[in-house]
């Protein structure tokens, strides 16, 4: 469809979204920003492609899934460089102690598989329904069913079991975790 | 009686892959926490410009890499 004053309005309201699913999956807030410039640049010139009616962000969300996995195999992810270029998109700076909870939080994401992490982040933080995050990712619901019940199980195992001692003083998850064998 | 003991027994025992709704519940605020950190930002000018670029029929949006901010200044000095 043509590029209309209100398809550009639903353009730029998706672009905080696509952000922050940029950052999740780079790990870094300047190729981030790339990966948004140029999916807006291949979304605009591909406009004519969209059908009307159907689901502006998760089109442009697959735009921009396709082009970092295409860009991923050309080059690694700068994993030394994520938590420190991270750190500085935050507007405000969370307290000590959340900060120190929200960068385990991030290492444990970074861990995991890639497939994992982008299942987890469209349908656990974009929103998604598994539809759509299925139709994003070009697979089948039941497989990103799968790979969310996978992410979480990891992380869970990443920050709540390992580290059980030290989270904090949640009686409920260290008592079931320490009652998990009896 | 029987969905009631299920019910009960779903939010005290771990659910598929290990997972307690506590932990799930957890992981699902932590999640949209930093996600949301960045969706609170809005646009970043530098994006609002480029789709406003595209205002004049015809118009080609200008590529501009790491993000600097200088307009129109394609040409030489």
Request: aromatic share 6%.
């Amino acid at each position: 469809m043509p590029l209309t004053d209100s398809l550009r309005n639903d353009i730029l309201a998706a672009v905080p979204s696509l952000r922050a699913f940029a950052i999740s999956l780079s790990g870094n807030a300047d190729r981030a920003d790339d990966l948004v410039q140029e999916t807006l640049l291949r979304a605009l010139a591909n406009i004519d492609s969209f059908q009307p009616g159907s689901n502006l962000p998760a089109w442009l969300f697959t735009i921009l899934r396709n082009l970092f996995r295409s860009d991923y195999r050309k080059r690694r992810r700068e994993v030394e460089d994520a938590e420190g270029n991270y750190a500085k998109t935050l507007k405000t700076q969370p307290s000590q102690n959340a900060h120190l909870e929200f960068e385990e939080f991030r290492t444990a994401l970074d861990k995991l598989p890639q497939d994992q992490r982008e299942a987890l982040i469209l349908v656990g933080a974009s929103g998604f329904s598994y539809e759509d995050a299925a139709s994003i990712c070009g697979c089948a619901v039941g497989t990103i069913k799968s790979r969310v019940n996978r992410a979480r199980s990891k992380l869970a195992a990443l920050l709540y079991v390992d580290g059980a001692e030290d989270f904090g003083p949640d009686e409920t998850i260290r008592a079931v975790i320490g009652g998990s064998g009896g | 009686m029987k969905d009631l003991k299920s019910q009960a027994s779903k939010s005290t025992t771990p659910g598929k892959g290990g997972l307690t709704p506590e932990i799930q519940s957890r992981i699902g605020h932590q999640l949209r926490a930093m996600y949301d950190d960045v969706v609170r930002q809005g646009v970043p000018d530098r994006f609002a410009e480029l789709i406003k670029k595209l205002d004049a029929p015809g118009a080609t949006p200008q590529v501009e890499n790491g993000g600097g901010s200088n307009d129109n200044n394609n040409g030489r000095d």
